[in-house]
């Protein structure tokens, strides 16, 4: 097993229409993919988890929106196989994605984009009594938290990351300005499946915080666009392909396209102004 961190250019999502079939056996939130690559979609659009099994074990792309999640995420992961969860990648830091870390590290050793675990550090300090909160909504959810420690990813990578675990290849690319402090795409290059983030979700809007940048949107969904996938499974929402992103890149770019096509009336409207000012200076001369 090797872990290569390699520096690149963050250069879009084309996807083959495939319909991912329903693992029944592990209950109705997890959807199959492909030989041990799994999905556990959350109810209501909360966060969706990825499960894919190696020969060295386990990697997981999130760890459930809660720890009821991540606790029916772990149960899945027994179901399917006696190997260890070896690797768990975060693709950001906010609770809805990374609550759960406890229940799988250790063992597992925890992936995020540099600037992750300043962000959960800062938001832990920020509303120290939220564990508290969250335990007192229900029973089952004070239960699934036993146990909790805070836990901060392990290793942080800037632009890329390459990791082999086993037989499978993930690249991890770095996200800027899309949704969070640090986004993280997750592409399998053989299996053709790519998590996409919250830089596309699934039948949602995406939220638009003061450090989120349209034109950031656009490039990360250029950049997964070439990778041409055959399923996307995004941050939120049920898995897609490649109409999705393109749906959502339209509407993204209309109203620049708008505020483009409205700047140029502009200046040209600027420039006919200077020419008559001109004009009427010449004739006064």
Known sequence: MRIRAVAVLITLVGFVTSAPAFAQDLGPQIMKFGDGIYAYVGKNFKSNTGIILTQDGVVLIDSGHDPTDSRAVM????????????????????????????????????????????????????????????????????????????????????????????????????????????????????????????????????????????????????????LNPEHVVPGHGPPTTNKAVRRRRKVLCAPRRTRYRQGERGQVARRHHERSKNARVRELG
């Open 75 to 226: 149960d899945a992961v027994k179901k399917l196989t006696p190997m260890p969860v070896r690797f768990l990648i975060d693709t950001e830091p906010h609770p809805d994605h990374t609550t759960g870390h406890f229940v799988f590290s250790p063992p597992a050793t925890i992936i995020a984009a540099a600037g992750a675990g300043e962000s959960m550090r800062n938001r832990e300090n920020q509303v120290p009594d939220r564990i508290a909160k969250l335990a007192a909504t229900l029973p089952a959810m004070k239960t699934a938290l036993e146990g909790y420690k805070f836990i901060p990813p392990q290793v942080e990578y800037t632009e890329r990351m390459t990791l082999y675990v086993g037989e499978r290849t993930f690249e991890l690319r770095h996200m800027k300005g899309v949704h969070s402090e640090a986004d993280t795409a997750i592409w399998l290059p053989k299996e053709h499946v790519l998590f996409s983030a919250s830089a596309f979700v699934s039948e949602q809007v995406n939220i638009f915080r003061p450090f989120v940048n349209i034109s950031d949107i656009l490039a990360a969904g250029k950049m997964m666009k070439a």
